[in-house]
């Protein structure tokens, strides 16, 4: 098995590259729509791919899951210890992608990472739980454009360990889809 496969399905981990600008933008407004329909379209799709290509690519870490031939499955974007995007394709849910390339995120920044997901995905939430992230700190909605409420959660080497139910925090992570 490659360095970067799951043995659950064949999926590869590789870094991003400018032309991956289309498929992620399109993942990206596919996977927000399909998970958290309540959300404002506060940019054009146009909008969001520039903001893909000139912001997002350039200025973070993005790990693209994906096939062998080439099929986008999800995507990580980390910027230093916070991990800023993980989407995955909205067909592709609970196949073990989104832990494949958490696993990546916290091999990245093994002392801890922190991130921000909107309080009502609570399937993301419970993800992010469920691998020792813990709420530090929750927001009424001003810090984000979607004025949707979020949370803040950080994970740390030191903390429980993975699959564990956390050590506090909320109980049950928006701005990615899981």
């Known amino acids: 098995m490659a360095p970067n496969e799951s043995p659950a399905g064949r999926v590869l981990l590789r870094e991003a590259t400018a032309e991956d ?8 407004l596919d996977s927000r729509a399909a998970s958290m329909p309540y959300l404002p379209k506060v ?21 693209i899951a994906g096939t062998g031939a080439g099929e986008v499955l999800g995507f990580a974007s980390l910027d230093g ?25 916290r091999e990245t ?20 739980e469920r691998y020792g992230f813990t709420a530090v700190e ?9 004025k949707e409420p979020d949370v803040r959660y950080r994970w740390t080497a030191d903390g429980p360990p993975a699959g ?9 992570v ?3 889809t899981i």
Not at 86 to 105: M, Q
Not at 109 to 128: E, H, I, K, M, S
Not at 138 to 146: A, I, K, L, Q, Y
């Open 21 to 28: 600008a289309g498929p992620l933008t399109r993942l990206f």
């Open 81 to 105: 210890t916070e991990l800023e995007h993980l989407y995955l394709r909205p067909d592709v849910r609970r196949r073990g992608i989104g832990s494949l390339l958490l696993a990546k995120a």
């Open 109 to 128: 920044a093994p002392d801890g990472l922190n991130l921000y997901v909107f309080q009502r995905n609570t399937a993301a939430r419970a993800f992010y």
């Open 43 to 63: 940019h054009s799709d146009a909008d969001t791919l520039a903001w893909m290509t000139h912001v997002v690519l350039p200025g973070t870490t993005v790990w």
């Open 138 to 146: 929750f927001d009424d909605g001003s810090r984000n454009e979607e």
């Open 174 to 176: 928006g701005i990615w």
């Open 164 to 172: 564990s139910r956390g050590r506090g925090g909320c109980g049950t």
